[in-house]
C-alpha cells in the first residue's frame, strides 16, 4: 500500500513557475514509476509526465515537454513536477500516482497506476 499526498499548488501569473511535490508514504517508493495527471475543470484527466522507478527515464505529454520537468528522491520518498512557463491552459488538478512494476507499461494511461494522490490545484492566470 502507498499512501500519495501532493503539495505545492497554489495561483500564479502565466510565465510563472511552480514546483509540485508529491510525499509517498513506506518504505518502497522505489519500486514505483511514479506519473503526474492533470484534470481541469469540465475535462478528462489526462496524463502530463512519468518516470521511471530509477529515475533515468522521463516522458512527456506534448503540451508542457520542455516547460515541465518530473524528477524524483528516492531517498525522501518524493516526486517532483517542475512547472515553468506556465500558461492559463496548465490550470487543473495535478495528480500524482504511483505505477508497480507489473502494470507499468510506458506510464501514459491511467491503468496502469495503483495509487493515486488526492490532487493539488493550480492556477494559471493571464
Known amino acids: 500500500q502507498v499512501q500519495l499526498v501532493e503539495s505545492g499548488g497554489k495561483s500564479v501569473q502565466a510565465g510563472g513557475s511552480l514546483r509540485l511535490s508529491c510525499a509517498a508514504s513506506?518504505?518502497?517508493?522505489?519500486?514505483?514509476?511514479m506519473g503526474w495527471f492533470r484534470q481541469a475543470p469540465g475535462k478528462e484527466r489526462e496524463f502530463v509526465a512519468t518516470i521511471t522507478r530509477s529515475g533515468t527515464s522521463t516522458y512527456y505529454a506534448d503540451s508542457v515537454k520542455g516547460r515541465f520537468t518530473i524528477s524524483r528522491d528516492n531517498a525522501k520518498n518524493t516526486v517532483y513536477l517542475q512547472m515553468n512557463s506556465l500558461k492559463p491552459e496548465d490550470t487543473a488538478v495535478y495528480y500524482c500516482?504511483?505505477?508497480?512494476?507489473?502494470?507499468?507499461?510506458?506510464?501514459?494511461?491511467?491503468?496502469?497506476?495503483?495509487?493515486w494522490g488526492r490532487g493539488t490545484q493550480v492556477t494559471v492566470s493571464s
Open positions: 513506506g518504505r518502497t517508493f522505489s519500486r514505483y514509476a
Open positions: 500516482a504511483a505505477a508497480p512494476s507489473n502494470s507499468y507499461r510506458d506510464g501514459v494511461a491511467e491503468y496502469e497506476y495503483a495509487y
